[in-house]
């Protein structure tokens, strides 16, 4: 059982470049995030999706595009790299996150110079 | 809006016991999760607690207090692999999870 599993794992980019992550889970969740971790300000919420084809803005969503064509993927699209955008990225999935856990994919470690 | 917060680093000794606080103001709030993140790695699940009151799993125990928006993790008998950063996270309307800035526990032999 895979569970949430993300590509790339790390990844260099030039300012301005695009790029896209991609997160895909097999436990059959409705609920898919996107964080990005900085040091000292924990996981922050970029988009959300409670379902297939729904998608939802969280608190740092600037910068950032997302798409759930499949339930199973969530992908997460960086348009213009900035500097600023140099993060540790984490996808997870919940049942309703009312009552369950989230599972975390291994992190998407991008730099952009 | 949402705000959580932790004390960002504290120490303790293999053996002890220590405490990690965390106080929330959130609204739509249905309960509290714990998780554990090693450096390097993603956050791992330790507990939940949706109902005021000590939930006790092994060496970790995890309280509640729904009136005074305060929760605390308990870790006994400390372990060299209890290093580690611990995330409180609050559930936001039942839509996603809002987490606090973690508190790093360096355990020191």
């Known amino acids: ?113 | 809006g949402q705000n959580i917060d932790q004390p960002t680093e504290m120490t303790a000794t293999e053996g002890a016991i220590v405490q990690i606080n965390c106080t929330y103001q959130t609204s739509g709030f249905n309960g509290l999760f714990w998780y554990q993140q090693h450096a390097g790695e993603a956050p791992t699940f330790l507990s939940y607690n949706v109902l005021d009151g000590l939930e006790e799993k092994g060496r970790f125990s995890s309280f509640l207090s729904r009136s005074k928006g305060y929760s605390y993790l308990l870790l006994k008998e400390l372990q060299m692999k209890d290093s580690a950063s611990y995330l409180c996270a609050a559930d936001n309307y039942g839509q996603n999870f809002v987490f606090g800035p973690g508190t790093r526990l360096s355990v020191l032999p």
Request: glycine fraction near 10%; charge should be positive.
């Open chain 1, 1 to 113: 059982n895979a569970g949430v599993t993300q590509t790339p794992k790390f990844r260099v980019l030039k300012t301005g470049q695009s790029m896209t992550l991609l997160c895909a889970q097999d436990m059959n969740h409705e609920y898919m995030y996107w964080y990005r971790q900085d040091p000292g300000m924990g996981l922050r919420l970029i988009h959300y999706s409670v379902g297939e084809g729904t998608t939802a803005k969280g608190e740092v969503p600037d910068g950032y595009n997302v798409s759930r064509l499949k339930k199973q993927n969530f992908l997460l699209g960086l348009e213009s790299a900035a500097p600023s955008q140099t993060s540790v990225y984490f996808c997870a999935s919940s049942y309703y996150p009312g009552n369950t856990e989230a599972f975390f994919g291994q992190g998407t470690r991008l730099t952009v110079v």
